[in-house]
């Protein structure tokens, strides 16, 4: 179906129009959207027949925002006292005992609490860090995720997250909400052929996030890279969050995070890592020079104290923190 014979919406006289963050903008515009794409952007703009009109005369118009880190599910566990003032390793080990009781009808509705919360605040598309798949539980996680983004007409592309690493084998979360690997690996492959959908405008695709490096194993990180680029899809993680785990990482692997992840073939331009504040000047070149994305969380790292990823020279052979 071409563009003018697809469902129509003339946003009339916008007050402003920002395309970008490097435009000057535009005042007194008329933006012409038909399916999927805006068409034209100018003034007076001809209405088409049937197509649905909205006064945007006291409107700033902007592209929908992109949410690129979030863990719904989250939402259902926020302002706990116990915790609020906990280090994030604390934190997690507290939560990941109300955490590891979640089931379908929590994914699901927290999902629409949080998609909710995204679209009124003028976000149009976000991915989701799900990682908990709690033992016994079998409800579809991605396809009940789908549907609650279909109800609010969301653009989402979740990740199929996982833990193999449980407090047994020297991790963070308890052992029944971690999976082994081979069950981590089959299910990743069916969410991508159930609900992975490669066109560049789709309204749903996947992404493959082991969770971090305190929760997997080395050979599940790699053979998650492997998979998700034999199917085209992107990766995600939790790396250098804080200082913690720069030094799990150096106790349990003898590295840092980017090292792990270059030898874990987790590491490229279809890679984007959440947080990214211990990185020194090194890694970040090295990040630079491979393409990869870090999507940054700054409530999440104000509310730890961490700050902001601005590099760091080494002092004594190891990072400094990023600064505020």
Known sequence: ?????????????????????????IRGADILVQGD?????????????????????????????????????????????AVQNAKLFDWLVYLYEIWKRIDGEAIFWSSQLAMGELLKTGCT??????????????????????QAAEKLGMR?????????????????????????????????????????????????????????????????????ARLARRHGVRLHTHLAETSDEEEYCLTHYGVRPVELMDRC???????????GIFFDDDELKALKAHGVNVAHCPTSNMRLGSCSCR???RAAGRSGPGRC
Do not use: W
Not at 2 to 23: A, E, G, T, Y
Not at 265 to 272: N, R, Y
């Open 37 to 81: 794409t805006i068409t034209r952007i100018g003034r007076a703009l001809p209405r088409p027949a049937g197509a649905r009109l909205i006064d945007c005369s006291h409107h700033v118009v902007v592209p929908g925002f992109v949410n690129t880190h979030h863990h719904f599910f989250q939402t259902l566990t926020r302002n706990l006292p």
């Open 311 to 313: 590099g760091s020279g």
């Open 265 to 275: 073939e987790f590491i490229g331009p279809d890679v984007f890592y959440a947080h």
């Open 125 to 146: 598309c976000s991915t989701d860090h799900l990682y908990l798949y709690p033992r016994g539980v079998h409800d579809d996680f991605p396809g009940l995720q789908f």
């Open 156 to 224: 989402f592309s979740p990740s199929r997250g996982s833990m193999s690493r449980g407090r047994k084998d020297g991790g963070l979360p308890p052992d029944s909400v971690v999976q082994d690997e081979q069950t981590i690996l089959a299910d990743s492959e069916r969410a991508i052929t159930a609900y992975h959908d490669p066109a560049p405008r789709a309204m749903r695709k996947i992404v493959l996030a082991p969770c971090s490096p305190f929760s997997v194993s080395e050979n599940l990180m790699m053979e998650s």
């Open 1 to 25: 179906m071409s563009p003018d014979q697809q469902p129509s919406i003339l946003l009339r006289d916008c007050f402003f129009i920002q395309p970008s963050s490097d435009s000057e903008g």
